[in-house]
């Protein structure tokens, strides 16, 4: 198991950022938190597939019909824009039966969502943590007490 990055120096907050959008949890991953860059990435990618899987792909990532909600989607990153042309391409066949006209498709469209607005929340996450661990290593070893000098 790699050593955690911050022993060796703070990774940049811009590159944790955009590894945190591309991927979720990638971002944990590279500051050496692999176990909750995992629960991350496991959590919002079957949020937002099985969303778009109640929706269906025609519905859940369309511009056109759910532009707020998309806005959030895109938060997913490549995921997002790759359903997105997924749809893209699909809508512009004619009319077939995997386009979906219940209700069940506006719940997927909000766990798509959810799931960008969840990731958003972990790329913050990772920004405040990769400044917190150059915050730390910029004060350096913590000093010793007058106690702790005499033992």
């Known amino acids: 198991m790699a050593p955690p990055r911050s022993k060796q120096r703070a990774p940049s907050a811009p590159v944790v950022a955009i590894l945190a959008w591309i991927l979720p949890g990638l971002g944990h991953w590279w500051i050496g938190e ?3 860059a995992i629960i991350l990435f496991v959590a919002t990618t079957v949020t937002f597939w099985g969303g778009v899987a109640v929706a269906g792909v025609r519905s859940a990532v ?5 532009g707020l909600w998309f806005a959030a989607q895109i938060c997913m990153g490549p995921q997002a824009l790759g359903a997105w042309s997924w749809s893209h ?3 512009e066949r004619p009319a077939d039966p ?4 219940w209700p069940s498709a506006d719940i997927g469209v909000v766990y ?3 799931a960008g607005l969840l990731n958003l929340l972990i790329i913050l996450d990772a920004l405040a943590r990769v400044e917190a661990k150059q915050v730390h290593s910029a004060r350096g070893p913590p000093k010793k007490s007058h106690d702790q000098r005499a033992r």
């Open 34 to 36: 692999r176990s909750r």
């Open 89 to 91: 391409r699909l809508s």
């Open 98 to 101: 995997f386009k979906a006209f």
């Open 62 to 66: 369309t511009l056109k019909e759910n």
């Open 112 to 114: 798509a969502g959810v």
